[in-house]
DNA sequence: GAGCACTGC
């Protein structure tokens, strides 16, 4: 089997091309855009080779808060800092962003441009105006990204480099480098729309399309057009992505300049499976083995899978196989497995040492891949079912499926080799599988409801949605499903053709990040004396469950969870992580419900108040018993079943209120209470007298 | 009698 060589101890030189709005064949083999589509357009480009590094000195350093502690590790900071791959297109890089209002750059993970580029605006001094405004999709990112950058510049956290991410703030008035969930600024944008606080706006991650980065695109450009209308200092706006199809993203920004910055600290080399693998959990339990064979020791070996379920398996599988005779010359393994679901401190387990002589596998899902970087990964088994995107620095993989590990000549080899090589990913899957991959898939928000984005742009005074400038326009189906819900949850009304404005109700609504429908709830609970039972209800269903399923103790949970008695909270499968966050999200929303004046008043264990006060938000999600007794849904008419984890599961009231519908087998039902008809037409009656429901 | 994972305010 080819290419099993020990890694380099030499560090791999990185080479470095700058490229101004080209596009740039990167590598030899496809290049696969997190979103898994290709760019492997050729391209005849200017390469502007960069003069020469080195001789650039910070202007500006930080406030010195450890100078006399820290200044050799200042000193190696510095030399890090210089290293990376975007440090020698500073000056180009520089030139084009105070040239352009809006610059896309592109940049493979580890080239530095989401900790170093924000350092060179503020260097510069280009933040006089305004703070720096870094959006990155995930918490953790903000986290992590502005505490290394508060330690490249010496400075402590909160003071000239902050974060902001829900439940967590660390930014004080001095704060000029802010890193922030995408989440958090469009939070801001409905006080601030013209979000006049920053000079620049970074939009971090772009290729991964979420909701909020879309909705986002369209409020930093109309951000930019206000400003200039009244003649405030303008918006500047700096798009980052990994490698993608940039002709989309350029024109939406009125074809606005794209830069490239290419090359990794540490090349990953590939190999793809020589032929289809039919059982994928196999071919990954058999590749780990084979690597476990050929590597050194202390080499970890980190396996994407789908599930909490197969992970658990493969756990057990690899531990009875590890005892096994025939692997007694090589390191001892340690497996772990690893999930969002686990508790905390089996997670934190993962990042414990390998000791001198062992090798640690971690079986995981796509967690590992965005959230949790364990170090001293070297070899990836990608399943081909686990999302993978980059997970070892400067890789750029993908979905795939793995390889049977027992012939040695298995593998086919892509990419560089050889010396600079940091790292080996085996995809049990083959090229031509890759290659025919998913192409573009659909944007989340052209299949999300979009109820939660309308109201928060109607709160950011955009009137018309239709009109509204999205990179790509949900349908019109879609948008008019959802203006419908807010008209009839009474947070909306239509002023004239096309044009929307939020009632009294609606703007109140619109300051809970939750659901429209439950932020409706909380509003409703004064109505029925049942705000305090409410608070506890929303937070559970906005938040993660409560609940852990250990596999193996299946039974157990399910009984435990039935007995329902005060003892039932106590060592009774609750997920505490989760039970504490939803503690969180509960004092919010109290926090949001005493700003709007909503009072917090408690029914006293008198559960029909609170099952109608659930009907205020959710009467639209209502199922009626039917004479053969299976249930229709009154809004769309369609069957759905009472979900078999539902205490009503097995009985049959007439009418019953539910969260959500899930698709698998049949369309269950989930969440469920059972509801009066009398009730359902005292709370929302214009809406039930079209429905005919019995009374 | 069920059955994917992860993310955000």
């Not at 409801?449 to 009137?463: D, E, F, P, R």
């Not at 509003?523 to 559970?540: F, K, Q, R």
């Not at 029909?608 to 053969?628: K, P």
């Amino acid at each position: 089997m080819a290419g099993f060589q020990e890694p380099p101890l030499k560090k791999p030189k990185t080479d470095v091309n700058f490229v101004f709005n080209s596009h740039l064949p990167v590598q030899q083999s496809p290049i696969r855009g997190v979103n898994g589509h290709f760019n492997n357009k050729q391209h005849a480009g200017n390469f502007l080779f960069p003069k020469g590094p080195a001789t650039f000195k910070p202007k500006v350093q930080g406030n010195g808060a450890n100078r006399n502690t820290k200044s050799s590790d200042q000193l190696k900071i510095l030399k890090q800092r210089h290293a990376l791959p975007i440090f020698p297109a500073r000056p180009r890089l520089l030139k084009e962003l105070k040239k352009n209002d809006v610059v896309i750059v592109i940049g493979e993970t580890g080239s530095g441009k989401t900790t170093q580029i924000p350092q060179y605006l503020h260097e510069e001094r280009l933040d006089r105006k305004g703070a720096i405004c870094v959006t990155q999709p995930r918490r953790v990112a903000a986290i992590t990204i502005a505490k290394r950058v508060a330690e490249e510049m010496d400075t402590n956290l909160g003071e000239l480099v902050g974060y902001s991410v829900r439940f967590e703030e660390s930014v004080s008035p001095s704060t000029k480098l802010k890193y922030m969930t995408d989440g958090m600024l469009l939070r801001e944008a409905i006080s601030d729309p013209l979000l006049s606080k920053y000079s620049w706006v970074i939009v971090d991650e772009a290729h991964e399309r979420t909701v909020s980065t879309d909705v986002l695109f369209g409020i930093i450009k109309d951000a930019q057009k206000s400003r200039k209308a009244f003649a405030k200092y303008p918006l500047r706006v700096i798009i980052m992505s990994a490698t993608m199809d940039v002709d989309h993203f350029s024109n939406y920004f009125n074809k606005c300049p794209v830069l490239y910055i290419e090359g990794r600290q540490h090349p990953i080399e590939m190999f793809y499976a020589r032929e289809k693998q039919e059982d994928y959990v196999l071919a990954a339990m058999s590749t780990v083995i084979q690597i476990h064979k050929e590597a050194p020791p202390q080499h970890d070996i980190l396996v994407f899978l789908t599930g909490q379920e197969e992970i658990d398996a493969v756990v057990h599988n690899i531990r009875l196989i590890a005892k096994d005779n025939s692997l007694a010359e090589f390191p001892k393994i340690r497996v772990h497995a690893l999930y969002a679901a686990l508790p905390a401190h089996q997670q934190l387990d993962v990042f414990r040492a390998t000791a001198a002589g062992e090798r640690k596998v971690i079986i995981s899902t796509n967690i590992a891949e965005t959230s949790i970087t364990i170090p001293g990964v070297r070899y990836v088994v990608d399943s081909g079912r686990a999302k993978v995107r980059n997970y070892l620095p400067g890789s750029g993989f993908d979905v795939l499926k793995v390889k049977k590990i027992s012939q040695a000549q298995a593998w086919q080899r892509t990419g560089r080799a050889g010396r600079e090589t940091s790292g080996f990913c085996y995809r049990a899957y083959t090229l031509e599988e890759f290659n025919a991959m998913a192409v573009n898939p659909v944007p989340e928000i052209l299949r999300s409801n979009m109820s939660s984005v309308i109201l928060q742009l109607l709160a950011m005074g955009i009137k018309n949605i239709l009109t509204f400038d999205f990179i790509d326009k949900p349908s019109t189906e879609y948008v008019q499903q959802a203006v419908e819900q807010l008209t009839l949850l009474d947070a909306a009304k239509v002023v004239k053709s096309d044009m929307l404005e939020l009632t009294e109700t609606g703007k109140k609504m619109a300051q809970f990040p939750l659901d429209p429908r439950y932020a409706k709830i909380l509003l409703s609970g004064p109505d029925y004396g049942c705000t305090d039972e409410v608070l506890t209800i929303v937070a559970i269903l906005s938040s993660e469950s409560i609940y852990t399923n250990p596999s193996g103790k299946k039974e157990a949970a399910v009984n435990a969870r039935r007995k329902f008695s005060s003892m039932w909270c106590h060592e009774n499968f609750l997920n505490y992580r989760n039970l504490s966050y939803t503690v969180e999200v509960r004092k919010q929303l109290v926090q949001v419900c005493q700003r709007c004046g909503i009072s917090i008043v408690s029914c006293q264990q008198n559960l029909d108040s609170v099952r109608r006060c659930i009907i205020a938000g959710l009467f639209t999600n209502v199922a009626e018993l039917q004479l053969g007794g299976k249930y229709l849904t009154l809004d769309s008419r369609q069957e759905a079943a009472l979900h078999p984890a539902s205490v009503l599961f097995g009985g049959k009231p007439a009418y019953v209120l539910f969260t959500e519908l899930v698709h698998t087998g049949k369309t269950y039902m989930h969440i469920n209470s059972a509801v009066d008809a009398q009730w359902l037409f005292e709370t929302a009656p214009e809406y039930f007298r079209k429905r005919h429901i019995k009374i």
